[in-house]
T-cell receptor
């Protein structure tokens, strides 16, 4: 199993450009997440999905969009890139909670380092 | 709202010594889970250890143990016999009863192991 994969690894955008960050998982997980990590900071949730066709906003959704047409893929779209979106973006997946437990280990991709100039 | 606080931005520890990384949390839910993740300089997020709010014993995984004090709402990570490879950022996180099974992360602690 490849786990969670993300492409590209690095990207430089100009202000106002758009791009899509790709994320795929092969673990048949229902739950998927997008985080951003600014330098020296913790992770902030951008969007999440509980299954194909179902997405919802996290803590910092402005400037981003997502879609989930399949269980495997969860792309993140940046429209009109701004310098404030310079960050490392992590995609994660999890099977979700079961049996009353709160054990919800999230499996992370390697991240995409994005710079907006 | 749930909140995770890690008050130590950076710490040094001598190789082979033990170190404790602090984590306090705030929630009104009686049911939750607590996680620790490691992020080395290469950037990936590595799961270390988990503690459920109803677990009677403190969690242990190899050299990692979680000092869970429910009344104080603290979940400190203890690393025994530190190694140079333990130098990394460490994040505490909490799961709770929410629609997306989301994790709330703390701001992290950078641990540096001295030879």
């Amino acid at each position: 199993n490849a786990g969670v994969t993300q492409t590209p690894k690095f990207r430089i955008l100009k202000i106002g450009q758009s791009m899509t960050l790709q994320c795929a998982q092969d673990m048949n997980h229902n739950y998927m997440y997008w985080y951003r990590q600014d330098p020296g900071m913790g992770l902030k949730l951008i969007y999440y999905s509980v299954g194909a066709g179902i997405t919802d906003k996290g803590e910092v959704p402005n400037g981003y969009n997502v879609s989930r047409s399949t269980t495997e893929d969860f792309p993140l779209r940046l429209e009109l890139a701004a310098p404030s979106q310079t960050s490392v973006y992590f995609c994660a997946s999890s099977p979700g909670l079961a049996g009353g437990s709160f054990y919800n280990e999230q499996f992370f991709g390697p991240g995409t380092r994005l710079t907006v100039l | 709202a749930q909140k995770i606080t890690q008050t130590q931005p950076g710490m040094f520890v001598q190789e082979k010594e033990a170190v404790t990384l602090d984590c306090t949390y705030d929630t009104s839910d009686p049911s939750y889970g607590l996680f620790w993740y490691k992020q080395p300089s290469s950037g990936e997020m590595i799961f270390l250890i988990y503690q459920g709010s109803y677990d009677q014993q403190n969690a242990t995984e190899g050299r990692y143990s979680l000092n869970f004090q429910k009344a104080r709402k603290s979940a400190n990570l203890v690393i025994s016999a530190s190694q140079l490879g333990d130098s990394a950022m460490y994040f505490c996180a909490m799961s709770y009863n929410n629609a997306g099974n989301m994790l709330t992360f703390g701001g992290g602690t950078r641990l540096m192991v001295k030879p």
